[in-house]
């Protein structure tokens, strides 16, 4: 069964940082690992995703200010959040995908709330 845990979400104020990270289980090779997040009435966007062999991309509003890296041998991948702003708030959810069938799992969500 597959089994993504996130954690690391809470309440910081404005320009405060977070880290989130999320443990992968029963992926026996996983491929790109991302971070998404959905605010209150808007749709689930891409923050960033990394690949296996370490490339990035970034989501516009997020750049300069998050990092994403992965530890393969622990099958985690991490977001450093700083410089966090109000508008960061959202449920982030941890993405992977299967490396041989490209199948898509999901994280439960963690909030992120950031006070002004």
């Known amino acids: 069964q597959v089994q993504l845990v996130e954690s690391g979400g809470g309440l910081v104020q404005a320009g405060g940082s977070l880290r989130l990270s999320c443990v992968v289980s029963?992926?026996?090779?996983?491929?790109?690992m991302a971070w998404y997040r959905q605010a209150p009435e808007k749709e689930r966007e891409l923050v960033a995703d990394i690949s296996r062999s370490g490339g990035t991309n970034y989501a516009e509003s997020v750049k300069g200010r998050f990092s994403i890296s992965r530890d393969n041998a622990r099958n985690t991948v991490y977001l450093q959040m700083n410089s966090l702003k109000p508008e960061d708030t959202a449920v982030y959810y941890c993405?992977?995908?299967?490396?041989?069938?490209?199948?898509?799992?999901w994280g439960q969500g963690t909030q992120v709330t950031v006070s002004s």
């Open positions: 993405n992977a995908k299967n490396g041989i069938t490209q199948r898509d799992y």
């Open positions: 029963g992926i026996f090779r996983i491929g790109t």
